[in-house]
């Protein structure tokens, strides 16, 4: 069974918006460090955003204030809102769930346990 669904990727123009959903099925949302990453063909996966059972997030040093990621325990669901998009933002965005560690440790994918199957995400010009 998979755990993590994703969804809201989709085609948008420079400039525009998404919203990304993960849900999950697991019985330890709440215990556990949700992360977003993101792979381009031909690159590494890449870490986005992470947010902790305190709330606490952490960022891409790419992202510059574009994105927000947020939870819903009772839905048990994180988002990604994404504004601001940029051409090179285009790539398959992936949830993952992890432990708790300390944040900084969250950016390395390595760390987490579960991963959804990822939503497309294409920007164009």
């Known amino acids: 069974q998979v755990r993590l669904v994703e969804s809201g990727g989709g085609l948008v123009q420079a400039g525009g918006s998404l919203r990304l959903s993960c849900a999950d099925s697991?019985?330890?949302?709440?215990?556990?460090?949700m992360g977003w990453f993101r792979q381009a063909p031909g690159k590494e996966r890449e870490f986005v955003a992470v947010?902790?059972?305190?709330?606490?997030?952490l960022y891409g040093d790419f992202v510059k204030g574009r994105f927000t990621i947020s939870r819903d325990y009772a839905k048990k669901m994180v988002y990604l809102d994404m504004n601001s998009l940029k051409l090179e933002d285009t790539a398959k965005y992936y949830c993952?769930?992890?432990?708790?560690?300390?944040?900084?440790?969250?950016?390395?994918?390595?760390?987490?346990?579960?991963w959804g199957q990822g939503t497309q995400v294409s920007v164009s010009s």
């Open positions: 947010i902790k059972w305190s709330d606490l997030a």
């Open positions: 697991g019985r330890t949302f709440a215990d556990s460090s």
């Open positions: 993952a769930a992890g432990p708790i560690r300390p944040i900084e440790q969250l950016r390395n994918p390595d760390e987490y346990d579960d």
